[in-house]
């Protein structure tokens, strides 16, 4: 079986699903606004292996027959609507969703992608380094309290952008005066300003979709704000940056990804982050990539080995 | 200097950093994470600086991190403005993760991506990763009698038997940790934590030497 855990109307969750479906693939989705009323079992079997069974308003579900999942969760609060964090309701949804993480963890089958691996995301300098050790190039960062090494940061680099040093998601920005008061107060993350081409490379499995993003905006994503365009076109990555995307996400434990490259004029191809839960529905809008139907593809591979190891 | 990352209000670390005061243990406390003279570079951690007890010194003269926290709280950051203070956390336990991960230095214990001390397991990841090694789990309740051996680096203090040492040093170095109480219950594993107690002598000096790498 292949389990599908998220919020319906979330794109990616309801794309994969509707991919499934179509190829008549055994799937069953948990509602994750349902967590107050569900009830997940686990047990630690001899060998580690975590077994149980998931019941939910639609009926119960043996662990041990998910061969594969695809894992979408939100924040818990978010996800049920909660008003009060002090409700009775929240509090049982969220020992659910902490079960299910744990079970997403540590499970046998094949989850797109585990949570632990999913949280290198959420400190960004930290997956820098991670990145950098697989071969990319990184932009030189700096992430500071102190003005003055953000000033001769700038002395160094000239442009500079600044972003969020979390998960919290940021508009990227560039650098200037009147956003230096606040440095003082909270570790702020600073990066050399990279010209060049953005491709994004959206990993399923083995199988690559990359895509050339041309926008004059400092991020792609918030163009319109700033009252630029964004055109997008499918796009071939030269053979050993395709290979170098493939090996990190592995080495990331990342069955699926979304790479954010920038190809220097230099010829240098820049990773500027690694998104573990990407949101391609976006991507596969612009450009026709069909990037739902290769992870259903992927899920539904993964789930028949799983039953033929069985 | 010993760093030690922990909370003003935490009796039993601002203990221990005085009881190490001969060692240069310094609190690195909430506040100085949001004072002005942080600077980390990815790639070259050692070439910045860092704020630990109020004062700005070069991350190089860090010799060793203790972490005895999980997290940094929205509600520790006084000084920032209440609507900002979420936010500011979040990126400062962010900074801490990389930081923590990057130094070249004895930090105990590593950060994961999900707790600054540590792995962030719950009861049921604990039994799985005893039971993955072949270590007996207890069901004992927590009203039960039990007794915390604590592992530091290479040493086990507070094992009533050999066995129950190499137990708790089989899971220390399967978790990854260099600190860990493991809690026995009749000879079997009954709960675990990356932050065990600090107020016993032995523990507190087996802790220190591992920190300045003489153990």
């Given at each position: 079986m292949i389990l599908l855990w998220?919020?319906p109307?979330?794109?990616?969750?309801?794309?994969?699903h509707?991919?499934?479906?179509?190829?008549?693939?055994d799937v069953r989705l948990l509602d994750q606004r349902g967590s107050?009323e569900m009830r997940v079992?686990?047990?630690?079997?001899?060998?580690?292996?975590?077994?149980?069974s998931i019941t939910d308003s639609v009926g119960e579900i043996d662990l041990?027959c998910v061969?594969?999942?695809?894992?979408?969760?939100?924040?818990?609060?978010?996800?049920?609507?909660?008003?009060?964090?002090?409700?009775?309701?929240?509090?049982?949804?969220?020992?659910v969703?902490?079960?299910?993480?744990?079970?997403?963890?540590?499970?046998?089958?094949?989850?797109?992608?585990?949570?632990?691996?999913?949280?290198?995301?959420?400190?960004?300098?930290?997956?820098?380094?991670?990145?950098?050790?697989?071969?990319?190039?990184?932009?030189?960062?700096?992430?500071?309290?102190?003005?003055?090494?953000?000033?001769?940061?700038?002395?160094?680099?000239?442009?500079?952008?600044?972003?969020?040093?979390?998960?919290?998601?940021?508009?990227?920005?560039?650098?200037?005066?009147?956003?230096?008061?606040?440095?003082?107060?909270?570790?702020?993350?600073?990066?050399?300003?990279?010209?060049?081409?953005?491709?994004?490379?959206?990993?399923?499995?083995?199988?690559?979709?990359?895509?050339?993003?041309?926008?004059?905006?400092?991020?792609?994503?918030?163009?319109?704000?700033?009252?630029?365009?964004?055109?997008?076109?499918?796009?071939?990555?030269?053979?050993?940056?395709?290979?170098?995307?493939?090996?990190?996400?592995?080495?990331?434990?990342?069955?699926?990804?979304?790479?954010?490259?920038?190809?220097?004029?230099?010829?240098?191809?820049?990773?500027?982050?690694?998104?573990?839960?990407?949101?391609?529905?976006?991507?596969?809008?612009?450009?026709?990539?069909?990037?739902?139907?290769?992870?259903?593809?992927?899920?539904?591979?993964?789930?028949?080995?799983?039953?033929?190891?069985? | 200097?010993?760093?030690?990352?922990?909370?003003?209000?935490?009796?039993?670390?601002?203990?221990?950093?005085?009881?190490?005061?001969?060692?240069?243990?310094?609190?690195?406390?909430?506040?100085?994470?949001?004072?002005?003279?942080?600077?980390?570079?990815?790639?070259?951690?050692?070439?910045?600086?860092?704020?630990?007890?109020?004062?700005?010194?070069?991350?190089?003269?860090?010799?060793?991190?203790?972490?005895?926290?999980?997290?940094?709280?929205?509600?520790?950051?006084?000084?920032?403005?209440?609507?900002?203070?979420?936010?500011?956390?979040?990126?400062?336990?962010?900074?801490?993760?990389?930081?923590?991960?990057?130094?070249?230095?004895?930090?105990?214990?590593?950060?994961?991506?999900?707790?600054?001390?540590?792995?962030?397991?719950?009861?049921?990841?604990?039994?799985?990763?005893?039971?993955?090694?072949?270590?007996?789990?207890?069901?004992?309740?927590?009203?039960?009698?039990?007794?915390?051996?604590?592992?530091?680096?290479?040493?086990?203090?507070?094992?009533?038997?050999?066995?129950?040492?190499?137990?708790?040093?089989?899971?220390?170095?399967?978790?990854?940790?260099?600190?860990?109480?493991?809690?026995?219950?009749?000879?079997?594993?009954?709960?675990?934590?990356?932050?065990?107690?600090?107020?016993?002598?032995?523990?507190?000096?087996?802790?220190?030497?591992?920190?300045?790498?003489?153990?």
């Amino acid at each position: 079986m292949i389990l599908l855990w998220g919020v319906p109307g979330d794109d990616p969750l309801d794309s994969v699903h509707a991919a499934l479906q179509r190829v008549g693939a055994d799937v069953r989705l948990l509602d994750q606004r349902g967590s107050a009323e569900m009830r997940v079992e686990l047990t630690v079997g001899v060998d580690g292996t975590l077994c149980g069974s998931i019941t939910d308003s639609v009926g119960e579900i043996d662990l041990s027959c998910v061969g594969a999942a695809y894992v979408r969760p939100l924040d818990t609060i978010q996800a049920c609507g909660a008003n009060s964090a002090t409700e009775p309701a929240l509090a049982r949804a969220m020992a659910v969703d902490n079960a299910l993480i744990a079970w997403a963890d540590l499970s046998s089958a094949y989850v797109v992608n585990r949570p632990q691996a999913m949280a290198a995301n959420n400190a960004k300098p930290y997956q820098l380094a991670q990145v950098a050790g697989c071969g990319f190039t990184i932009p030189d960062t700096l992430v500071t309290t102190d003005d003055m090494a953000v000033r001769r940061f700038r002395e160094r680099h000239g442009r500079v952008i600044y972003k969020s040093v979390s998960g919290v998601r940021s508009i990227v920005s560039q650098l200037t005066d009147d956003a230096l008061s606040d440095v003082a107060n909270c570790p702020t993350q600073f990066q050399e300003y990279v010209p060049g081409v953005d491709v994004r490379v959206h990993v399923v499995g083995d199988t690559l979709l990359s895509v050339r993003i041309v926008c004059e905006a400092d991020d792609y994503r918030y163009a319109s704000r700033s009252g630029c365009e964004v055109t997008m076109e499918p796009f071939d990555l030269p053979a050993n940056v395709a290979e170098r995307c493939r090996a990190m996400a592995a080495t990331m434990e990342l069955h699926l990804a979304g790479i954010d490259l920038r190809h220097a004029p230099n010829g240098a191809w820049y990773c500027l982050e690694v998104n573990p839960s990407p949101g391609f529905t976006y991507f596969e809008a612009v450009t026709g990539q069909p990037i739902s139907t290769a992870v259903a593809e992927l899920l539904v591979r993964q789930d028949m080995s799983a039953r033929d190891a069985h | 200097m010993i760093a030690v990352l922990a909370s003003r209000l935490d009796p039993e670390s601002c203990a221990t950093v005085n009881a190490w005061s001969s060692a240069d243990a310094a609190l690195l406390s909430a506040e100085d994470l949001v004072s002005p003279g942080w600077a980390f570079s990815v790639g070259d951690p050692l070439g910045g600086t860092a704020v630990v007890d109020g004062r700005r010194i070069s991350t190089a003269n860090i010799t060793a991190v203790l972490t005895r926290r999980p997290s940094v709280l929205p509600e520790e950051l006084g000084r920032i403005h209440p609507a900002d203070r979420a936010y500011v956390a979040a990126e400062t336990n962010a900074f801490l993760v990389a930081w923590l991960s990057a130094l070249p230095r004895t930090v105990v214990n590593r950060p994961t991506t999900t707790s600054l001390c540590g792995p962030a397991w719950d009861r049921l990841q604990w039994q799985c990763a005893a039971a993955r090694i072949g270590l007996p789990w207890s069901d004992a309740d927590e009203t039960s009698d039990t007794h915390e051996v604590v592992v530091c680096g290479n040493r086990c203090v507070c094992a009533h038997d050999a066995r129950e040492s190499a137990m708790a040093t089989a899971l220390s170095r399967a978790a990854g940790t260099e600190l860990l109480g493991v809690r026995f219950h009749r000879g079997k594993i009954a709960r675990v934590t990356v932050a065990p107690s600090l107020t016993d002598g032995d523990v507190r000096a087996s802790l220190l030497d591992h920190l300045l790498g003489r153990s």
